[in-house]
């Protein structure tokens, strides 16, 4: 290496994603011109990726705490307490570029390097979640890149043995060249054992445990901070390979080990391998590392320094142990038949020395690179106000120039965003650990505590069409309708983690979707109570100059004190009577109706009241935690009649029967507007006869509108005594879709 | 009765099998490191579900040459009831111990949902708390889970009564349709020439008990209780 050293030449410099002024930034940092490793390390440190330069400033307007939260945002995943001396930490990660490069392994690593950042802390993994964004259906790669990334994700958490409880999927030509893939995992640990990444004590070993270092994934935090063209598929070879075998292992070695006390602190090698993972500690303690490159375990000969603080070969963690204790974690990692290499070790000097051969390879501050990155204040132009859209702008569904409402809900049903995903999460093992108590399509999916009647509710949402078209509605109706999914089952909503997908930050419009995104959803948590507690920003999600829609992709997690009083969304019983809880205003505008069925993709998106949605929530809640609902389900995406349609659809028997309702809907409002308008802050509800007078009236004592929906009975929807849906052929429309479209 | 559960680097429905016995026997099973080479004394020996050495190479292969194998297969002569679910299923096969092999999904997907099987006899340690000709509800989440066998071998355990379970519709008929992995005669469970091993793709350690949506797992588990007491 030394005697290949190379010129940094300008090229070279805009190579590696650094401007002009940060380089400058480096020279005076350095005192002198950096060498090549080093400058492969201030690049990927100061990659948008790594520092979060051009959203920091935003991201720090977010509540991050209630007396709940543990940790916040700034390790590796969030904690929160959820009672009995146990916590839940979870974060929501992007893997956004490789995916469309590679799309089985960029997914499956993306799956991998979310669950390191949750066993890192000390957590067992119990679940994971995914929210996936394609191109349109009829886009030439669509159907390759479903089938690469459901069979990635599947390939590395069935394997390793974490279900896949839930998540969305949905199409839009905005994803058309970038596709999104964004992976959540929730572990559970105990709330006096959580493992941090704050480096401490001169002299104490640092180690280097899990896979062998390979030329693999150099510069993959770099690409996800460029914009794609033409030349996309080029970067193929920046694509890591994922092994959850050797993750399963490195995930048992490391919990074992956390059973001891001789872990100071521990990170995962993720986005920028042993670069990051050793700036990071030794940043966050003050401390100063020597790292001798001679001794990490390496796949490949002849790797260059460079090579190897820049490789993201998977499955690798980075851990400082006490002194004296390293014995005692080799004979765990030599049990589980993984490398284990004592690297390096602290000092107080405050700086990275890396050697390798005898040499010196780089020799740089610590603080300046890791907690003084570029901070940028990008410009950004505000969102114009949408037009309103009104039910009587939209022509009467009549048959001729619209099709009457029971032909648009099959539609609906069977359109690509709605339709079912059951040929996705029958991919997914999401049944492992037996502890899945609410299984994909419902609301949240519960996944049980173990021991105890408790359980976590957990759920992903985004509605990028609302944050197109006013990103401060959208941002904050994306945090609400996670709350209003841990609320549908009855769960405590605790805190979020949010994954932020948008195109590129250098664009003042993009900026501006960005910016009035997070306002909106400071909006939301500040009213709901819900803290951020980890996220993830991926920014340049655009080809061409073409970007995706706004996607801050929201995951949720809430706390259920008894399963026994746990809501599900399928309907129950013959004569039930079904009450719809919130206002009707047959809000059209952004719809799933509008886009579909009318064709018109416009409008400003439904307003967010999050004073009523916190009401009507809250009132919700203490009803399915009392015991008296017999189904609930929120309504969302298609409006009142498809979430009808879904409560019947679940109630099908392993047999296929199903149980349908009589619906009385009054036409204070347009039929077209009530049934599909996306008015928030809904929740349609199966209750008891008995009940429903009782019902009705504390609803009304709280000021909370309902409205009578019906009641369940035969194996059809009916509308009015006037139309009649077949339950079965609905099924059909809804079930069929996906499979048809993929084997297509 | 006293279960041991062998551990592989890879095993990940352990802790399932681990809590249905727990829940069923009241006592909790011992756990043993693939890499042992001693067996304690055990009325029930499971192999579980997972990804055993990644199922690199063939799916079970690798396991089914590791040093605990050899001690399972000498219990299984001596007649201790062996009972491999899934991996475990796929390992049997690879060490010999049962006929047959399991081969990748028809549709070459991982397939994770609920299936119907028809329990097709009660004599057996495994399954006397069930009704002869009972259908049950339980999940498969695998792979590699299409069961194939030479036709003389097909012949002879047809012949024999080894097949444990099949898949069959809700009401109990078989149909291609509801294969969900192209077994031949769509069989799901197999047993040996004397019945006291069990390989099975299906996880009835999963449907233990109602907050997993059905508990027609359990008396799996409490049939093996009970005779095995």
Redesign the interface.
Known sequence: MSDAEPIITAELIAEHGLSESEYRQAQDILGRDPNLTELGIFSVMWSEHCSYKSSKKWLKTLPTEAPWVICGPGENAGVVDIGDGQAAIFKMESHNHPSFIEPYQGAATGVGGILRDVFTMGARPIANLNCLRFGEPENSKTRHLVAGVV?GI??YG????VPTVGGECTFHESYNGNILVNAMTVGLADADRIFYSTAAGAGNPVVYVGSKTGRDGIHGATMASAEFDEAAEEKRPTVQVG????E??LLEACLELMDTDAIVAIQDMGAAGLTSSSFEMAGKGGMGVELNLDHVPQRETGMTPYEIMLSESQERMLMVLKQGREDEARRIFEK??LDFAVVGHLTESGRMVVTMHGAVAADLPIAPLANASPEYDRPWTAASTPNEIHAADIPVPNGTELPEVSVALEKLLSSPDLASKRWV??????????R??Q?PGGDAAVV?L?GTDKALALTADCTPRYCAAFPRSGGAQAVAETWRNLTAVGARPLGITDCMNFGSPERPEIMGQFVECIEGMREACLALDYPVVSGNVSFYNETNGAAIQPTPAIGGVGVIDS?DAMATIALKADGNDLVLIGECNGHLGASLYLREIAGISEGAPPPVDLEIERRNGDFVRKQIMEGRFVSCHDVSDGGLLVAIAEMALASAT??GTMLGAHLHLDTDIPLHALAFGEDQGRYIVEIDPVGTEDLLAAAAAKDIPTRRLGRCGSEALTINGEQTISLSVLRRAHEGWLPNYMAG | MKAAVVIF??S??D??VI??LTAVSGKEPLLIWHRNTELPKADLIVLP???S????LRSGAMAARSPILKEVTVRAQAGVAVLGICNGFQILTEAGLLPGVLMANRDL??????I?LKVERTDTVFTERYAEGQVI?V?V?H?DGNYFSDSETLTRIEGEGQVAFRYCT??GHLDDSVNPNGSINGIAGVYNENRNVLGLMP?P??H?DE???CADGRPLFESLVESLA
């Open positions: 069979a599947g390939g069935n394997c390793i043995g092994d959850p075998f050797t399963k292992l589980w038949e999460w029958d991919q997914y093992d999401h049944l492992v650990m037996g899945t108590v299984r049980r173990p399963i392993p047999r | 680097p890879g990940n429905r802790v399932d809590d249905a579900g997972g990804f050495y990644g199922d690199y997907k991982f397939v994770c949902r609920n119907h509800r999940p989440a792979h809700p009401e996880h350690e999963d233990i907050s997993q949506s």
